[in-house]
């Protein structure tokens, strides 16, 4: 079935998302990301700009490959852990082509920014059909 609304009518918003600045340690994260029922926390600037995004993924890697004691990971910027170069999606991109990219990019959680880069919401795989 195809759909070309916007994904605009998808998003989950801002108020449901784990956001984070830089400097947030990854207890924060965590703590957010458990508070929201996600699996990703969104890294954003003062204006809301998408820095980058740590996900699930991200601390099982972390876990399995840094021998530091946890409480010494925990106090670490998140940010450090996550990725950086984040993929996201326009406003104005059907539901058909964020589904697409998702599948290709095999991504379940994609930020949805303007065209300036301001976070605006999440897309959940899930929530697309």
Same mark, same amino acid.
Request: charge should be neutral; proline fraction near 5%.
């Given at each position: 079935? *195809? !759909? !070309?609304?916007?994904?605009? *009518?998808?998003?989950?918003?801002?108020? &449901?998302?784990?956001?984070?600045?830089?400097? =947030? !340690?990854?207890?924060?994260?965590? =703590? %957010?990301?458990?508070? &929201?029922?996600?699996?990703?926390?969104?890294?954003?600037?003062?204006?809301?700009? $998408? $820095?980058?995004?740590?996900? =699930?993924? =991200?601390?099982?890697? @972390? $876990? %399995?490959?840094?021998? +530091?004691? $946890?409480?010494?990971l %925990?106090?670490?910027?998140?940010?450090?852990?996550? !990725? &950086? *170069?984040?993929?996201?999606?326009?406003?104005?991109?059907?539901? +058909?082509?964020?589904? #697409?990219?998702m599948?290709?990019? #095999?991504?379940?959680? @994609?930020?949805?920014?303007?065209?300036?880069?301001?976070?605006?919401?999440?897309?959940?795989?899930? *929530?697309?059909?």
């Amino acid at each position: 079935m *195809s !759909n !070309n609304q916007s994904v605009e *009518s998808r998003l989950i918003p801002l108020s &449901k998302l784990p956001l984070i600045s830089k400097e =947030d !340690n990854l207890k924060k994260a965590l =703590d %957010l990301m458990t508070e &929201k029922r996600l699996g990703i926390a969104l890294i954003i600037d003062s204006e809301k700009k $998408l $820095l980058g995004v740590l996900t =699930d993924g =991200d601390l099982r890697r @972390l $876990l %399995l490959t840094r021998q +530091d004691p $946890l409480p010494a990971l %925990l106090v670490s910027p998140a940010i450090t852990y996550g !990725n &950086k *170069s984040p993929k996201s999606i326009s406003v104005d991109t059907t539901i +058909d082509l964020a589904r #697409e990219k998702m599948v290709a990019e #095999e991504i379940w959680d @994609l930020p949805v920014v303007s065209s300036d880069g301001v976070v605006l919401g999440l897309l959940h795989r899930h *929530s697309l059909g």
